[in-house]
């Protein structure tokens, strides 16, 4: 399974100017506005205290752009070790052993993005969040950021290994079930795919966030939202 996957990611996304167009989107994300939703004493660089743990990391555009003490990247697929900058820790390892692999209360930040949409069953979604919650400190936050079917359509189904339907409702009233409090949710944030017409030159992200949330009611089809422990 983890050479199939290997192997689509690879075709959906090859090419070294592909990789440094999405890192340079992701730079900009980062600094203009989900670094505002990491607590500020993750900030202090060299501070093993404070974990930021990025799931499903894939091509490492966040966890390498985001600003923390410890950043984890946890993904399934072998090759996360090549995209992962320098003063990340990479696990090679399933989402559904996160406990196994980092034990309880072990971060302040668990951020998790367009994975949930590639799981098998509603099921493992609640398993998911479980175990973000148990990894989490309390007063962690969790961060989703995910596709909306709602706002894509038709186009959510463009991606073969998309197989669950998810609105920022269905989502917000998972990690209800599981004792989550909603800090946050942009129901239309980003555009669904960095494939999209939009520009995406690294100032116009940046201005695409600083006019948040009106930039997202005309091309939002993904939804961010911030959950508390």
Sequence with gaps: MEDKLQTMYNARFSGEEVHRKRNKIWEALCANYFQNWIPPSIFEEGNSKTT?????????????????GNKIAIDLIPDTTKYASGDVTVIIESAFNLVECLGTEAADVVFISNFLEHLDTKEQVSDIFAQAKLVLRTGGRLLILQPNIKYTGGKYWDFFDHKLPLTEDSII????????KTVKCVKRFLPYTTKSRFPQAKWIVALYCKMMPLSGCFFGEQSFIVFEK
């Design 52 to 68: 930021i743990v990025d799931v499903a990391a894939g091509f490492c555009e966040f966890i390498n752009n985001i600003k923390a």
């Design 173 to 180: 009233e998972c990690a209800g079930l599981h004792g989550y």
